[in-house]
Structure formats: structure tokens, C-alpha cells
């Protein structure tokens, strides 16, 4: 059996799920917004996002599309590759492509323009990349 210090900490969702299903089983009232899993099994569907001219991503770099959390990246032209532009190590933004890289401001970590994998940490995992499409000159991104 393994002792209580080998088991991961539980999230701050667990425990106030859980403390709100003990109200609820004790006949409180409660809500339980949030609690479902991401992994539920059912994925949602996301809409194509827009973010305008694709001659906006330079060839060898990329931009940020802070509002929608998106980075698009030209590792060669014609070549468009699109992630996610939470960081992560820690769930901030990433702010700027520069050298090659995707770099993020919070605690140094750095990503490879052409498959977000992590160039330098301390983020443990590769940026979730997106698909993305060019129609009429326009990128769509799709993020999952």
C-alpha cells in the first residue's frame, strides 16, 4: 500500500467538488458547476477561429494571437503551424516568436516554432498544437 506521501496532492477542483458533494449528499443545496472532467469522454466540437491574413505570420517566425490564446507559426514558407499559447509550465501566455523560437515571459521557457516541443524549461510538455487551414489568404484555426 502506498504511503499518503506518494500520492500526488489532489487539485483545488477535486477538493471542492468533493467538499460539494458531501453538502449535496447531506441534503444542502448546492451548485457543482465545473466539476466535470475534461476527460469525460465527450470532447467539445470548437468553431474555426479567424484571425485574419496569413502574410501577418512571417516565414522562419510566427505571432501571437493573445485574445484567443493562439500562436501561429511559418517554420517555411507555406508551412503554417498553429498551438495553443498557454505555456505549460505554469499556464501563462506566451508573449513573443523570436530566433525560432515561442517564448514565454513568466519563467523562461522557449518552444520550437515547428512542432511546439519544448526548446528550453522549465515547461515539461510540448505547446497542444491546432489544426489550421489558410482559405482566401486568411488563417482558421481549429483549437481543440
Known sequence: MPEANDRPAPSRRTLLCGAAAVLAASGGTVAVAGCASSSDGAKA???????????????????????????????????????????????????????????????????????????????PTPLPSYPVTVQDGKLQVTPS
Do not use: M, N, W
Open 45 to 123: 466540437s470548437a468553431a474555426p477561429v479567424d484571425l485574419g491574413a496569413a502574410e501577418a505570420v512571417p516565414v522562419g517566425g510566427g505571432k501571437v494571437y493573445r485574445e484567443q490564446k493562439i500562436v501561429v507559426t511559418q517554420p517555411e514558407a507555406g508551412q503554417y503551424k498553429a498551438f495553443s499559447a498557454k505555456c505549460t509550465h505554469a499556464g501563462c501566455v506566451v508573449d513573443q516568436v523570436k530566433a525560432g523560437q515561442i517564448l514565454c515571459p513568466c519563467h523562461g521557457s522557449k518552444f520550437a516554432i515547428a512542432d511546439g516541443a519544448v526548446a528550453d524549461g522549465p515547461a
